[in-house]
């Protein structure tokens, strides 16, 4: 996943090469997620990541400008995604990320790949062929990199570092990687993994073994990096909205005791 980590374990991806013909070349009908210029072949190369549950689409066109990504763990937020929620109807199908030039698609394990690259082929030919937008809504689009004027010396160089030289790698692996924040007092940096690299085994290897110790080599203020974990916070939230609802024995409780609710 992380270059550091393919020169320990020598792993070696490989690719298939799939032309698929059109028949009419098509125009894009412009906006900035559209694909401009007439289309005469589309080629869609396939691309084993570490995750075997996931796969790299690399079709002959850009999906997204350089370096942004776009992740969609299910129908629901894919709803400013025509595409993927194309691809979402498809049996199987459990996460769906564009990068700049790859579609990286996570499957349920149960579901065999030989059943379901047929119809992802298809879905996307059609797509990305009829010069439709693959997103109607730009606003989503991740830059968690950029500098901004509230960010310290310390959160400045660390994203200059996930940018130019974290992102790069993990992207050709199918997946991507997002800076969620810094614990100045533990130095501790929390990412967020996406893609082919969010699910995959080898993770913590990457996580551990690659970024921290390329994060730590550059700035001496980061100490260790850990993966956020979207399902825990929001199992969190769960438990705390679920200890915190009105029972009514309870409430006539504290109206008896002259309690008063808490006030907004």
Same mark, same amino acid.
């Given at each position: 996943?992380?270059?550091?980590?393919?020169?320990?374990?020598?792993?070696?991806?490989?690719?298939?090469?799939?032309?698929?013909?059109?028949?009419?070349?098509?125009?894009?009908?412009?906006?900035?997620?559209?694909?401009?210029?007439?289309?005469?072949?589309?080629?869609?190369?396939?691309?084993?990541?570490?995750?075997?549950?996931?796969?790299?689409?690399?079709?002959?066109?850009?999906?997204?400008?350089?370096?942004?990504?776009?992740?969609?763990?299910?129908?629901?937020?894919?709803?400013?995604?025509?595409?993927?929620?194309?691809?979402?109807?498809?049996?199987?199908?459990?996460?769906?990320?564009?990068?700049?030039?790859?579609?990286?698609?996570?499957?349920?394990?149960?579901?065999?790949?030989?059943?379901?690259?047929?119809?992802?082929?298809?879905?996307?030919?059609?797509?990305?062929?009829?010069?439709?937008?693959?997103?109607?809504?730009?606003?989503?689009?991740?830059?968690?990199?950029?500098?901004?004027?509230?960010?310290?010396?310390?959160? =400045? !160089?660390? *994203?200059?570092? #996930?940018?130019?030289?974290?992102?790069?790698?993990?992207? @050709? %692996?199918?997946?991507?990687? &997002?800076?969620?924040?810094?614990?100045?007092?533990?130095?501790?940096?929390?990412?967020?993994?996406?893609?082919?690299?969010?699910?995959?085994?080898?993770?913590?290897?990457?996580?551990?073994?690659?970024?921290? =110790? !390329?994060? *730590?080599?550059? #700035?001496?203020?980061?100490?260790?990096?850990?993966?956020? @974990? %979207?399902?825990?916070?929001? &199992?969190?939230?769960?438990?705390?909205?679920?200890?915190?609802?009105?029972?009514?024995?309870?409430?006539?409780?504290?109206?008896?005791?002259?309690?008063?609710?808490?006030?907004?």
């Amino acid at each position: 996943m992380f270059a550091l980590r393919k020169n320990i374990t020598g792993t070696l991806l490989r690719s298939t090469r799939i032309s698929i013909p059109t028949a009419m070349p098509t125009t894009a009908r412009g906006g900035p997620f559209l694909f401009s210029g007439a289309i005469r072949s589309l080629f869609i190369q396939t691309m084993e990541t570490p995750n075997e549950q996931a796969l790299k689409f690399l079709p002959s066109i850009n999906i997204l400008p350089e370096n942004e990504t776009r992740e969609f763990l299910n129908g629901r937020q894919a709803a400013n995604s025509p595409l993927a929620v194309k691809l979402f109807s498809i049996d199987g199908v459990k996460a769906i990320m564009y990068g700049s030039n790859f579609i990286t698609i996570e499957k349920t394990p149960e579901i065999d790949w030989s059943l379901l690259k047929p119809e992802i082929f298809s879905i996307l030919t059609e797509f990305l062929n009829n010069g439709s937008p693959i997103l109607v809504d730009e606003g989503n689009i991740s830059n968690d990199v950029d500098i901004n004027e509230d960010d310290d010396e310390v959160v =400045s !160089m660390i *994203k200059e570092l #996930i940018f130019t030289r974290i992102k790069p790698a993990i992207q @050709d %692996d199918g997946g991507d990687i &997002e800076f969620v924040k810094f614990d100045e007092d533990k130095g501790t940096v929390f990412l967020r993994l996406k893609g082919a690299c969010r699910s995959c085994d080898s993770s913590s290897v990457t996580l551990k073994n690659g970024i921290e =110790s !390329m994060l *730590k080599y550059y #700035i001496e203020e980061v100490q260790n990096v850990e993966s956020f @974990d %979207d399902v825990a916070e929001e &199992e969190n939230v769960d438990d705390i909205v679920h200890a915190a609802k009105l029972v009514p024995n309870s409430r006539h409780e504290d109206a008896d005791a002259g309690v008063a609710p808490p006030a907004l």
